[in-house]
């Protein structure tokens, strides 16, 4: 099989995937949860179905109360409430009014978040990604730092952030889509999902980074870097196929039997384990390679 | 240590031990055998088994040790309360103690109120002093916030000279005193310090809850004095800018005792009683998040996560037995005692588990799996070259084990950034990854290899 040689074409795929994403992000952004955005948000869980005439009437007292109204989602028994900010006191008159109009409920989780608090868990949460990204560059620059000329360590380590802002990119775009179309939420546990992906994207990607440099100081220079490279993912391809395999059929069955409250965070993870699979096997190395030829190339001029 | 027979009686050694440590507390075994031929008896074991407590002396120092889950407020329920502690009116110097001593009073404050295992962190963001309060099984968040968030300064306030001029302006004073103290009230030297202890009592003649105050020595003095300059006068008490109070003096009072009765109820009395005995708070507060979690939603997201992780353990072990027959029925037993591991770290620790945490921990069994699938493929690719399966297993090992390294050694170092730069949930998460795949690495290459061996030399020889 010969993966490099077609490395356009799954490029292409790669673009053809993370591009409307990326349109999504720039024109709709993401929707994000209250955890991000400050507000609050309150679950109410009632003996009876939640039907659209209870969430009407929701909306009227809520907004009666000169309280600004995000949106009201029934949930089977649950009625999950988004707000603007509102303190305890409020919360409890709120309440009050709630049970006088749709009878019993309990308030399962109410949960408010100063505005303070939201920037500053989207700063520090891209600070640490932004950091954690750096340190991975160092680190595997280091680790690779025996490869044989002309192949550089550098190299392998931006590669191996290429393939992980690829799976970052897809994640991400197709949650803006889903956000803009479906209303699917950007929360905390998403953020926890994007964290996972990257782990395991570098753990993919270094798995073959590690082959290539086994080859590579066994052929040495004999063979072409791109057949080397070749080999190695042809190598490691039962390894990358059958631990991805496992890991979805672990999410899969979380998918179905998990429950409501994570059905998202999974899909995250499912949609960024398969993305992380394709980028250390079609991105990564590939990528390599088109590096490695330029500045053949440039050397050569 | 070469002997891999003498490696996996440690390896079960430490696995028992662990699995003493993972039972729930007060685990009651029952065994029973059918009615037995020979002696005409049931055998029976009947055993009640919690985790073994330590508590013993080492050259003076004493040890002590009990081993339980840590449950986050989202998988026990309860309620979470970021406070902003408004430094600016201290100096510099003495702010790091005016926290520590709001923290002390928070906490003194709920342990009065009862509440069990509660944790009060101090935090620091971005140079701004925080107090993380997480209450436990407590989802009524009025109670909480009213009982942590006032700073319960006690005062008492008498008249001042009338017709003299104005020392403070009416904006500054206490809300509805120069109602009752007339244009010019005047603080007294009396205050919240002064109280030796506080009560909930009640009106015998009225049967209304009220707070009773005893002064020590010093306050009993004070008071007497106040006392005595303002009989047939009215002395109000205030508490965190609010009059609660403005009774008419008929006498001295001596006895260092006196009676608030400023319309409470039963509860408003408690959480007063409990603010003056704990003291009041050195700096004022206001509340950036806050979070209550029902109990049944807290109990509800710890069975789906506790399920979660059994099925991701079982679709692990059922696929790759299925995938590398032998080989994976081995992995499997090693993915066994890696849990038993993991999970006997976290209650060592303790970790406080939350839901994020349960899954930095499944990603951490998949990244364990994916060393053992790396091992076996490179085991297989040996075998290909028809090297005999002792020598390939071990050439697997070492040809694996590169990889293993650098791609675990990436995820710790992630782990560890994140948790240095995350709060909450991303600490949750980094914390049970890295453990998880600490251990994971230790369990591809010394338990997953002593099982291969002593299987190999088994049944090869």
Redesign the interface.
Known sequence: MDIIGKKYLYFAISLTVIIPGLLSLIFFGLNLSIDFAGGSRI?L?FPQNVNQKMVDQAKNIIEGQKLKTVSIEPLVKEMIIRTSVI???Q??LLMDALRSRLGKF?????????P??GS??TK??L??VL??SV??VV??AW?FREIPKPASSFRFGICAIAALLHDVLVVTGIFSILGHFFAVEVD??F???I??V???S???T??V???I??NLKRMGAGRPFSAIVNDSIL??L??SL??S???L??LF??LL???E??KW?VTALIIGVVSGTYSSIFNASPLLVVWQEFVDRKNKD | MKNPRVLFWFIIVFSIAALLIDLPSNFHLSLESPNLPLINKKIAIHKSISPPNINFFIAGIHIEKSFYYQRGLDLEGGTSI?LKADTSKIPPGSRQDALAGAKAIIEKRINLFGVSQPTVQRAE??GQARIIVDLPGI?N??EA?SLIGSTAQLSFWEEGATGSARIASSSALPQGLSEVLGSNPVKTNLTGKDLEASSVTFDQNTGKPQVSLVFTPQGAQKFAEITKRNVNKRVAIVLDNRLLEAPVVNQTITGGNAVITGGFTTETAKALSIQLNAGALPVPLS????????P??GA??LV?SL??GG??IL??II??SF?YGRLGILASCALLIYTLFVLAIFKFIPVTLT??GI??F??S???A??AN??IF?RTK?ELRRGRRKDMAIELGFS?AW??IR??????I???F??Y???????RG??LT?AIGVLVSMFSAIVITRTFLRLTYKASDH
């Open positions: 679950t869980l303190d305890t006191s919360n409890s309990k308030e399962e989780d109410y949960e408010t978040i100063g303070i608090i500053e868990t520090n949460a600070t640490a950091i954690a340190f991975i680190y595997i680790a905390s546990l953020f926890t999902a964290l996972t990257i782990g395991f570098v753990h993919d270094i798995v980074f590690d082959r440099r086994e190598q490691t039962d390894r059958n631990t395999l496992t890991v059929l672990v069955a979380l039997f998990g429950g409250s994570t965070f | 970021t963001v971005n989802s968040l009025n916030v509340i950036l998040k806050e979070h209550a979690i029902g049944t939603l509800s997201s789906k399920f979660a099925l991701a679709t692990i696929f790759m995938i839901l994020a899954a930095g499944i990603l069994i998949g990244m799996v994916d699938i790396l493929e690719e040809r590169t990889s650098d791609s675990n050694v990436s995820s170092i992630t782990s950034i994140l240095k730069f995350g709060t909450g949930i991303v998460f980094a990854l």
